[in-house]
């Protein structure tokens, strides 16, 4: 019988080729037996190892078929074998949890690094931005908010946008004129208070228009505030200017 596989192994690694058979068993030296078989294919194709040995951890893949052997691939630094189990390679970030984080993402979508944002609450500490671009330098110290108050001499000024948000204190003794601009915007606001004898009277600039529902349009008198308010300005060049307060 010896002989006779001789023969038949010799004959089938020369001229003779056996006939295939749906499938290839193996036997190990442990006495369990392997099984090689494609049940369900419609054509030949091929199956060529490589050449040599691929490193551990790497995977064997097609080679496309016809003379192609396939392929040892590596995992990449995206994946991680490791005691057998294939994880997501790791990273330089250390896990845990991070406050106002401050991340680095790749174009894979990868986290790359991670840093905690800016503390809050301790005195020193820099203070995340709100709506915007922020610089600070050294310690803040915030205090009530205050207007400012400008006291204005002459009689006649031109309101202007950097008036908004500010009080006037005319204090000439002789009539006064103050003109509204086109282009106040809307939602400025201004408080006009008579310092002196002079009467503040409000005119209208080009393009601008102005009510009061009692038909103000200079103060009262010596130490009145008229309020001036911009409550639309369609196009940025047609303010609205409403006037209320202690006028005349």
């Known amino acids: 019988m010896a002989d006779y596989e001789a023969l038949r192994t010799c004959l089938n690694t020369g001229e003779f080729v056996e006939v295939p058979t749906p499938s ?41 078929g016809g003379s192609n052997p396939e392929a040892w691939t590596s995992l990449g630094t995206d994946m991680l074998l490791s005691g057998n189990v294939l994880n997501l390679g790791t990273t330089t970030v250390t896990a845990g949890t991070y406050a ?12 790359t690094a991670a840093a905690n944002g800016p503390s809050t609450g301790t005195s020193g500490h820099t203070l995340p931005y709100l709506d915007g ?12 908010v205050v207007g400012s108050v400008s006291t204005k001499t002459g009689t006649s000024y031109a309101l202007a946008a950097t008036d908004c948000g500010t ?9 006064i004129t103050v003109t509204t601009s086109n282009s106040l915007p809307a939602g400025c606001a201004v408080a006009i208070e008579q310092g002196g004898g002079g009467q503040v009277s409000i005119a209208a600039g080009s393009g601008a228009t102005q009510h009061s529902p009692h038909n103000y349009t200079k103060t009262y008198g010596q130490y009145a505030i008229l309020g001036l308010f911009v409550d639309t300005n369609a196009g940025g060049t047609a303010a609205n200017v409403i006037i209320t307060g202690d006028g005349a």
């Open 24 to 64: 290839r068993q193996f036997s190990g030296p442990g006495g369990g037996v392997i099984t090689m078989q494609n049940p369900s294919a419609a054509t030949n194709y091929n199956f060529n190892l490589p050449a040599t040995a691929g490193s551990a951890g790497e995977l064997l893949t097609s080679g496309g």
């Open 100 to 111: 106002l984080s401050n991340i680095t993402v790749d174009s894979k979508g990868r986290l």
């Open 133 to 144: 671009g922020n610089s600070w330098s050294g310690t803040q110290i915030f205090g009530p």
């Open 167 to 175: 009080t006037l204190l005319f204090t000439d003794n002789s009539a």
